[in-house]
């Protein structure tokens, strides 16, 4: 889709931060968890100023276009009376009347004293009057800044401010500064869009590389299942069946969020699920020493278990932190990629912890030395 940018009530100086605005607010409203990938870029195009929104696995078009052409809407959040601050959410916060229409301008300063950005707000007379009344209700409380329904910063009122301009601080690098202006101008001054262009592109490329991809995954799996029947026999079997829990709940999931499996989602979708293997292979390993020791099935299943989970636990953790970095930080792809390979994360704990315990606790045999064997203890 194209879009019309109309920038003739815009200085000349300003275009383009606006555009840069008028491009970050689209993003967020057709990528909210940061995992869609949607291509967005400005153009010139004989004078005028252009919005390009490629958007992949969209099927209702039209409902698009109602959530791209929609005026960005700011506004300010009071604390609902009686909330207690010391376990405030977002939740707790109240619309007043106050919002994006009255902003006149947001810029970027630097604190003469710390050298630190801070976000200036100007309104026009009637927001002025609206901002010093709340200001004189919430001083010691947070005000909170909303975008399009979202929280973007919750500043904590020192004083009754009744000039019509407030300062914003919280230790900001120079980029979220300029980011936070950017949202906030977007959502005071919109950029009316007219939609120019429609086009609607089939994936014949990407069908040939899906089902590449597919029978990749197909004969990974094959070969995965293979080698956990061989080598661990009984224990084997049930990891298999834990596997295909797993994938069912991560795809049900994946659909509900909903997560665009492109190829970095699908990576990292790929990468839990060799975690999940790596799970049950150490569980495995503990339950075969416990039977070699002399222990009882029974009692070797719970000590494998218990002894396993300490090492899944601490892994998966440590990759857990690193997904959610990398989603916090990272780039639109990277975000896809950090977001399956998290939750593909929790899953496969649960996957080795408790479905394949369960599983193996349902398998019943007396003790012999042929149960030993299909546990892969001789």
């Known amino acids: 889709m194209e879009y019309k940018a109309d920038t003739s009530r815009i200085p000349p100086a300003e275009v383009s931060e606006a555009m840069a605005g008028l491009k970050d607010v689209i993003e967020r409203r057709v990528n909210i968890f940061g995992v869609s990938e949607p291509r967005i870029q400005t153009k010139k195009v004989g004078g005028e100023n252009r919005l390009v929104v490629d958007l992949a696995g969209v099927f209702d078009i039209g409902e698009a276009i109602k959530i791209i052409g929609e005026t960005p809407y700011l506004e300010f959040r009071a604390l609902r009376p009686g909330t207690d601050l010391a376990s405030t959410t977002f939740a707790d916060f109240v619309p007043t009347a106050l919002t994006g229409r009255y902003l ?110 597919i029978s990749a995954g197909i004969y990974g799996t094959i070969a995965v299942a293979l080698f956990l029947l061989l080598f661990y026999r009984l224990p084997g079997l049930t990891a298999v ?22 190829a970095a989602g699908i990576a990292g979708f790929i990468l839990s699920i060799g975690m999940a293997v790596d799970a049950n292979i150490l569980i495995f390993e503990r339950t075969r020493e416990e039977l070699r020791a002399g222990k009882s099935l029974a009692l070797a299943v719970e000590e494998g278990f218990s002894r396993a989970w300490l090492s899944i636990r601490d892994s998966n953790v440590s990759s857990l932190i690193t997904s959610l970095i990398l989603f916090a930080l990272g780039t639109q792809s990277v975000k896809g990629f950090a977001l399956t390979l998290g939750l593909g994360i929790i899953l496969s704990m649960f996957s080795a912890i408790t479905v394949t315990r369960t599983f193996l606790r349902a398998l019943e045999f007396r003790e012999g030395r042929k149960i030993r064997i299909l546990y892969g203890a001789r």
Do not use: C, H, W
């Open 104 to 213: 006149q301008k947001a810029s970027v300063d630097f604190s003469q004293n710390a050298l630190e950005p801070a976000v200036l707000l100007d309104f026009n007379e009637e927001g002025t009057k609206l901002f010093g009344e709340i200001t004189r209700a919430n001083v010691g409380k947070p005000v909170a800044i909303y975008l399009d329904g979202l929280p973007i910063s919750s500043p904590i009122v020192q004083e009754e401010i009744s000039s019509g301009g407030a300062q914003i601080t919280g230790r900001f690098t120079a980029v979220q500064a300029r980011d936070l202006v950017r949202r906030l101008n977007s959502g005071a001054l919109p950029i009316p869009i007219s939609l120019g262009l429609q086009q609607g592109i089939g994936a014949s490329l990407g069908e040939r590389i899906l089902s590449q991809m």
């Open 241 to 262: 069946a834990a596997l295909a829990v797993y994938a069912a709940l991560a795809l049900a999931i994946f659909k509900l969020i909903p997560v665009y499996l492109t």
